[in-house]
């Protein structure tokens, strides 16, 4: 198969522009309330968030170890309400583009140690100069696959967090 040099310029570009994805992932410590802000360059864009308690700073007593989550929107508008979960995974579409806010509150005396994970997947269409309707489904195809495989490692992840939660509460 050979590609012109325009083709080959704009798988180059794809592979590139793939590797850009927009991701974060953290460990932190919450005594009462945590915000975090992250940018969605683009609307209809699907965003995956995680969220796993790992421990818990308490008495033996206490055992309410959940946090709350809400998620805002740019213009303020909440897309996401959870209330004392100690892990949860979830996805939204955004609607509006811009700065999203993800708030945990924690509603309990005791510190607790959060991992929390954000990925923006993104599946750009861009305006091709060259026809070639056999080469665009691959192409399209690529690019599912590799969200899929992200999605995997986000899984992956979060599994991961779980254990370190489990680990750690028989102790």
Not at 17 to 35: K, M, P, Q, T, W
Not at 122 to 147: C, G
Request: hydrophobic share 40%; net charge negative.
């Amino acid at each position: 198969m050979i590609f012109s040099s325009s083709r080959l310029l704009q798988i180059v570009l794809l592979c590139l522009l793939s590797s850009l994805r927009s991701a974060i992932g953290i460990r932190f410590v919450i005594d009462r309330e945590e915000c975090f802000s992250h940018s969605v360059p683009y609307e209809g864009d699907t965003v995956h968030v995680s969220f796993v308690v790992i421990k818990a700073d308490m008495s033996w007593n206490h055992a309410n170890d959940g946090v709350d989550l809400v998620v805002k929107g740019p213009t303020g508008d909440q897309i996401h309400d959870s209330r004392d979960k100690t892990s949860e995974k979830f996805e939204f579409t955004v609607h509006k583009k811009g700065l999203h806010r993800f708030c945990f509150t924690n509603k309990s005396p005791y510190h607790e140690t959060i991992d929390f994970d954000i990925h923006v997947g993104h599946f750009a269409y861009f305006d091709q100069h060259a026809k070639d309707e056999h080469f665009n489904p691959l192409l399209e195809q690529i690019a599912k696959l590799e969200e899929a495989l992200y999605n995997v490692q986000f899984e992956q992840h979060w599994l991961e967090a779980q254990t370190d939660r489990q680990a750690l509460s028989m102790f």
